[in-house]
Nanobody, 117 residues
């Protein structure tokens, strides 16, 4: 089973930026489309952004215009560029394949993002 390892989280102030990375242990193109998910304290996990192998993207409304999902298949890595971060973006962020109507079952450690006001 392919392993996915998230990194790049941290503590930042509102308005700052972070870039998250998701490194795959094998050819990530095999499991596209991919998504970035997050789980805020006391809330359900949600899909934040998704990316198809053809480069099509989609975002949850709350991050549109601020977050950008991208992938580098040569490096088997998925990215999430997060700009103009807000305290409500505070969450643990995960990457996983995206499939319509179905949340993934297995999750990695994620990477924690904390945004202070």
């Amino acid at each position: 089973q392919m392993q996915l390892v998230e990194s790049g989280g941290g503590l930042v102030q509102a308005g700052e930026s972070l870039r998250l990375s998701c490194a795959a242990s094998d050819d990530m193109s095999k499991i596209y489309p991919m998504g970035w998910y997050r789980q805020a304290p006391g809330k359900q996990r949600e899909l934040v952004a998704r990316l198809t192998l053809h480069g099509d993207t989609a975002y949850v409304d709350s991050v549109k215009g601020r977050f950008t999902i991208s992938g580098d298949n040569g490096k088997n890595t998925l990215y999430l560029q997060m700009n103009d971060l807000k305290p409500e973006d505070t969450a643990v962020y995960y990457c996983n394949p995206w499939r319509p109507g179905a949340m993934p079952v297995n999750w990695g450690q994620g990477t924690r993002v904390t945004v202070s006001s």
